[in-house]
């Protein structure tokens, strides 16, 4: 049997070419990636920054842009005391440039092919993958159902806000739930709270429907959900977890 070699991942120079404000900590880098080769939704991509005295640091960032864009995108938000997300969030203009390399990761992705509905449930910055599959699925025919429970401290930290309405308006098959664990505004008629059991069994489909789940925020936030979810029945295999640890920002 002939073993086909696993493709080595280059280091490249990328343009930034846009920048867009999310939220007040939280920008969208949008990038021309000369040799991209595609990626799946879920994926991530490791970035190099290169000091003039030649330090380097690096990070793993999460693809926010569909395998259709023509642009690569990547969310970042601000990290107190964070050197790499301070000059990518702050310092950094369209026209610089830096490296990259990727599409790396194989386990957190969706493929629609699959059939099944789609349960998405993120907390924080934990949406950009999640992000990613949503916008695969809005360009396809044929999009199997999906909700998306997500988890943000207030109203103003939605990141997508926007678009995530827009999706929910035009898409009878597509729920967007928020809630808001510390701030609401005056108006807010949704959840305030911290996601829990019962916030589960009402957002995401029955377990007799087999849904394929995908969790995604901080180590605390994905264990909890994931423990809540096996112990409302859902098939451990069908949860698929990413969790975003310290990384020194």
Not at 65 to 70: A, F, H, L, T, V
Not at 142 to 149: D, F, H, K, T
Not at 189 to 196: A, C, E, K, L, V
Not at 219 to 235: A, W
Request: glycine residues 8%.
């Amino acid at each position: 049997m002939t073993t086909v070699p696993v493709r080595r991942l280059e280091w490249q120079l990328i343009d930034v070419r846009k920048i867009v404000v999310e939220t007040p900590r939280v920008k969208s880098l949008l990038l021309h990636v000369p040799s991209w080769r595609g990626h799946l939704p879920g994926q991530h991509v490791d970035i190099r920054l290169t000091a003039e005295g030649g330090y380097q640091a690096q990070r793993s960032y999460s693809i926010a842009s569909p395998p259709e864009d023509k642009l690569l995108s990547l969310t970042v938000e601000l990290v107190d005391n964070g050197e790499v997300s301070h000059y990518l969030t702050v310092d950094l203009r369209a026209g610089d440039q830096f490296e990259l390399r990727g599409p790396i990761g194989g386990y957190f992705v969706w493929n629609p092919a699959i059939g099944y509905p789609l349960c998405l449930i993120a907390g924080g910055s934990g949406i950009v993958p999640l992000m990613a599959m949503l916008r695969h699925r809005d360009k396809r025919m044929g999009r199997v159902p999906a909700s998306l429970l997500y988890s943000s401290r207030s109203l103003e930290d939605v990141i997508y806000r926007e678009e995530l309405d827009a999706m929910a308006h035009r898409d009878p098959d597509l729920r967007v739930i928020n809630t808001l664990t510390r701030k609401q505004p005056p108006n807010w008629s949704g959840h305030r709270r911290r996601i829990d059991k019962a916030l589960l069994a009402e957002t995401c489909f029955p377990a007799k429907q087999k849904p394929r789940i995908f969790v995604c925020g901080s180590t605390s936030f994905v264990e909890d959900v994931s423990r809540l979810l096996v112990d409302l029945g859902y098939d451990s295999l069908s949860v698929k977890t990413e969790r975003f640890g310290p990384s020194g920002g």
